[in-house]
């Protein structure tokens, strides 16, 4: 059976780092993009960053660019989320997601449309002073 299971969430004040861990069981990442969403209280959720297997291709939501990486290490299985200079904003329920990838790299899809074939349970990032 298939998991994606986070990590790596906690409190960390404004201007701060955190990487987030997404370890995946039940498949392989070689044929899925990935891709890390947030949801925060009161707003819709949004993808953040969101990678293809096929060619390496990003995508990245507005506001993280510049500030968050996506990342993964193919012989753990595990994708990560590196995010820099934290702000407030950035405070929400973060998801890992993996969609199949056949022909051609479909990541922007994956994160707008905030369709994904699997999901994580969400781990919880706040920043604040």
């Known amino acids: 059976q298939v998991h994606l299971v986070e990590s790596g969430g906690g409190l960390v004040q404004p201007g701060g780092s955190l990487r987030l861990s997404c370890a995946a069981s039940?498949?392989?990442?070689?044929?899925?993009?990935m891709g890390w969403f947030r949801q925060a209280p009161g707003k819709e959720r949004e993808g953040v960053p969101c990678?293809?297997?096929?060619?390496?291709?990003?995508y990245f939501e507005d506001s993280v660019k510049g500030r968050f990486t996506i990342s993964r290490d193919y012989a753990k299985n595990t994708v990560y989320l590196e995010m820099n200079s934290l702000k407030p904003e950035d405070t929400a329920v973060y998801y890992c997601?993996?969609?199949?990838?056949?022909?051609?790299?479909?990541?922007?899809?994956?994160?707008?449309?905030?369709?994904?074939?699997?999901w994580g349970q969400g781990t919880q990032v706040t920043v604040s002073s």
């Open positions: 997601a993996a969609d199949r990838e056949w022909l051609i790299s479909t990541v922007q899809a994956m994160c707008v449309t905030r369709v994904s074939d699997y």
């Open positions: 990678i293809s297997s096929l060619d390496n291709s990003t």
């Open positions: 039940g498949f392989t990442l070689d044929n899925y993009a």
